[in-house]
C-alpha cells in the first residue's frame, strides 16, 4: 500500500517562499511519477508540477518560474515542492500525489493521494 506524507505548509505574505516536502512509502515502480496538486475553496483540483524518476519536470504556467519540483537525490520517493514570489492566488491545499505510466497534470491519472498541507499566502 503506498502512502504519502507532506509537510511544509504554512502561512507566509505575498513574495515569500515555502518549501513542502513528501515522502512516499510502500512504493515498487508505482511511484515512478510524483506531483504535486492543489484545491481551493470552490475550485477544481489543479495540477501544479510533476516530476518523472529521470527527472523531467512538468509545470503549470502559472507557477513556471516561481515553483521548482524535484526528487530527493538519496531517496527517489522523496519529492519538495520550492516556492517563491508566492502570490495570493497560490492560496491553497496542495497535495502530493503518484502514479506508474503517464506523468502529466491531470489528477485523474494520479493513483496514489497524500492527505494535504495548506498554503494561505496573503497580501
Known amino acids: 500500500q503506498v502512502q504519502l506524507v507532506e509537510s511544509g505548509g504554512g502561512s507566509v505574505q505575498a513574495g515569500g517562499s515555502l518549501r513542502l516536502s513528501c515522502v512516499a512509502s510502500?512504493?515498487?515502480?508505482?511511484?515512478?511519477?510524483l506531483g504535486w496538486f492543489r484545491q481551493a475553496p470552490g475550485k477544481e483540483r489543479e495540477g501544479v508540477a510533476t516530476?518523472?524518476?529521470?527527472?523531467?519536470?512538468?509545470y503549470d504556467e502559472s507557477v513556471r518560474g516561481r515553483f521548482t519540483i524535484s526528487r530527493d537525490i538519496a531517496n527517489k520517493n522523496a519529492v519538495y515542492l520550492q516556492m517563491t514570489n508566492l502570490k495570493p492566488e497560490d492560496t491553497a491545499m496542495y497535495y502530493c500525489?503518484?502514479?506508474?505510466?503517464?506523468?502529466?497534470?491531470?489528477?485523474?491519472?494520479?493513483?496514489?493521494w497524500g492527505r494535504g498541507t495548506q498554503v494561505t499566502v496573503s497580501s
Open positions: 500525489a503518484a502514479t506508474s505510466g503517464i506523468c502529466l497534470l491531470n489528477s485523474r491519472d494520479f493513483r496514489f
Open positions: 516530476i518523472y524518476v529521470g527527472d523531467y519536470e512538468r
Open positions: 510502500g512504493c515498487t515502480y508505482n511511484c515512478d511519477c
